[in-house]
């Protein structure tokens, strides 16, 4: 899913990992994702999509951390938008990353059941260095 020579920067942003920078972002990713030719529908599917993934950075790959901050990246092709994001937070447990079955009914705890519904893929990651993770995530939009 890395980025290829065809496709165009529509936005890169660095925030701080903090809940009230959310609207920020679900604000930036809308209108983006609408200039880039996604219908309302789907493009509020997607910034939930998006919200969630970065709400994951914030409670849990810097849970332990007063401060931090992650980057996200969006660029597109002919058919499809890709999602980046990364953090410098401690590398997180993979195996820990999954949907929580659905009969298990509490508040939270959904936002990778909604990224594997609303997204055609994604995948997570460490980066190379010691410190740090990634999400990407990409929707066909044609």
Same mark, same amino acid.
């Given at each position: ?7 165009? #920067? #529509?936005? %890169?942003? %660095? ?58 990246? #969006?660029?597109?092709? %002919? ?18 990353? %999954? ?27 460490? #980066? ?15």
């Amino acid at each position: 899913m890395q980025p290829n020579i065809d496709q165009d #920067l #529509l936005f %890169k942003l %660095k925030l701080p990992a903090e809940a009230d920078r959310l609207a920020l972002v679900r604000s930036v990713v809308q209108r983006a994702i609408e200039n880039a030719g996604c219908d309302n529908d789907l493009a509020q599917k997607i910034v939930i999509a998006v919200n969630e993934a970065c709400m994951n950075i914030i409670q849990h790959a810097y849970k332990d951390i007063k401060k931090g901050e992650f980057e996200l990246e #969006l660029t597109r092709d %002919k058919d499809s938008l890709y999602f980046r994001l990364i953090d410098h937070a401690p590398h997180i447990n993979l195996e820990k990353v %999954k949907p929580r079955d659905l009969d298990d009914i509490r508040p939270g705890g959904l936002g990778i059941h909604f990224i594997n519904e609303i997204m055609d893929d994604f995948k997570i990651g460490h #980066l190379d260095n010691d410190k740090g993770n990634y999400m990407e995530m990409s929707i066909n939009i044609d």
